[in-house]
């Protein structure tokens, strides 16, 4: 995953701060929308493993802070829920004239409210997610309980929330009040999913219930079990992102993905890229793949690690030579199976290696063939395994060379 650091104005002359996610040939199939959490910024470790998981996909994903929030410019105390869905409505415009309109619009909590609200303005979007959102946005004021008074008779408070102070003025409070969420859903026109968890204290499970409610079909939920309302247990937001991305390329235009799989990679390139942790994109002849280190040594664990895809290529490389071969001569050979092991061992107990000190490399294949052979050919086959052009090029000297790319 690629992300390019943006700015656009939310309608009323401030600059807000934007993180377009895009697939690593820069080449999406679909776009789609984030509004995060209400006092919250698009750097939220959720929203970015979600946004991840969509990635994969091929649906990039612009994720921007609201108006007076994150790296956005303006004065937090002077925006409302009403602003918040402006803020929403200028973001879907400003990917529309820059990149593409967004199909899939995504709001977590008060962002959920907001996306529910925003879409009829948004003609591009033909599904809405919802992760942990009130059906009403006067929900949000049970955060301000012991301020409700103070705010109402002076006009205005200073307010605690997640940590850090904001001035929370009566305009806030009246426009909650103005939402209207029920017409909204029940009018919504998009295919809706909902993620809730059974055991959110900050916005309780009914809300998701009356969402759903007031929503016409298609609609979907999704019970995240035991998951906190911020999602701060790492696998329930990459649960969140793969069944979201799972979910989402049903409204992608099914030509875009034809011509996807028809675009022409880097000639003779395997491209790699790491952006942040040990989590790395492969793009390799146009099929996207994955590579982690475990989470033992700092990973997240969510792919093989580059010696298990070393070792992945030698054990692929084996069983298609032996498929090829059994073919050639017509050989009885229902199914090829090949576990390799990596590990490092001693020079001086390798009598056959050139290597006298130190520790070399050593990779056990065992290999298993179905199918009614002899002996003969048995043993036949176990002399081709050895013949692999990658098995060669690991016996063979080889040369690498690095440059930095101007």
């Known amino acids: 995953m690629k992300s390019e650091r943006l700015f656009f104005d939310n309608g009323r002359g401030e600059k807000l701060a934007a993180r377009l996610d895009l697939p690593l040939d820069g080449a999406p199939l679909a776009y789609a929308l984030f ?15 979600i946004s991840q998981a969509l990635v994969m996909e091929k649906i990039a994903v612009l994720r921007f802070d609201f ?54 303005e948004i003609e591009a979007c033909k599904a809405v997610c919802t992760i942990g959102a009130p059906a009403d946005p006067v929900h949000v004021t049970h955060l301000l309980a012991s301020k409700r008074a103070e705010i109402e008779a002076e006009g205005e408070a200073r307010v605690i929330l997640a940590g850090r102070q904001f001035t929370i003025k009566k305009q806030f409070l009246d426009d909650l009040e103005m939402s209207g969420m029920e017409r909204k859903i029940h009018k ?15 916005v309780g499970i009914e809300n998701a219930g009356r969402i759903y409610e007031f929503a016409q079909h298609p609609k979907s939920f999704v019970s995240l079990d035991r998951a906190d309302h911020l999602l701060s247990d790492e696998r329930d937001s990459r649960y969140v992102g793969t069944v979201l991305a799972a979910w989402a390329g049903k409204y992608i235009d099914a030509d875009k993905k034809a011509e ?15 952006a942040e942790g040990y989590y790395t994109e492969i793009m390799a002849n146009g099929h996207p793949l994955v590579v982690d280190e475990p989470v033992s040594v700092g990973g997240t664990n969510l792919g093989p690690s580059p ?48 290597t006298a000190s130190g520790k070399i490399d050593q990779f056990r294949k065992e290999i298993e063939i179905s199918g009614p052979l002899d002996d003969t ?27 930095l790319k101007k």
């Open 188 to 202: 919504l026109k998009r295919s809706l999913l909902i993620f809730h968890s059974p055991v959110d204290n900050t």
């Open 377 to 403: 050919q048995r043993n036949r086959m176990l002399e081709i395994a050895d013949r692999c052009p990658v098995h060669r090029t690991l016996h063979n000297e080889v040369k690498i060379e690095s440059q």
């Open 67 to 120: 108006t007076g929030l994150g790296e956005s410019a303006g004065d937090f105390a002077d925006t409302n829920f009403s602003s918040n869905v402006e803020d929403l409505v200028a973001a879907a415009n400003f990917l529309k004239e820059n990149y593409g309109g967004p199909e899939i619009l995504i709001g977590h909590s008060l962002g959920g409210a907001a996306v529910l609200q925003a879409a009829g």
């Open 260 to 274: 996807a799989l028809s675009l022409q990679p880097e000639v003779d390139k395997v491209v790699v890229r790491t």
């Open 35 to 49: 509004a995060h959490c209400f006092t919250c910024s698009k750097n939220l470790k959720a929203v970015g493993n």
């Open 307 to 354: 010696y298990e895809l070393l070792s992945a290529a030698l054990g692929a490389c084996t069983t298609l030579t032996l498929r090829m071969y059994a073919n050639r001569k017509q050989w009885p050979v229902d199914a090829i199976t090949v576990r390799v092991q990596h590990g490092k061992i001693h020079a001086k107990d390798c009598d056959e290696c050139e």
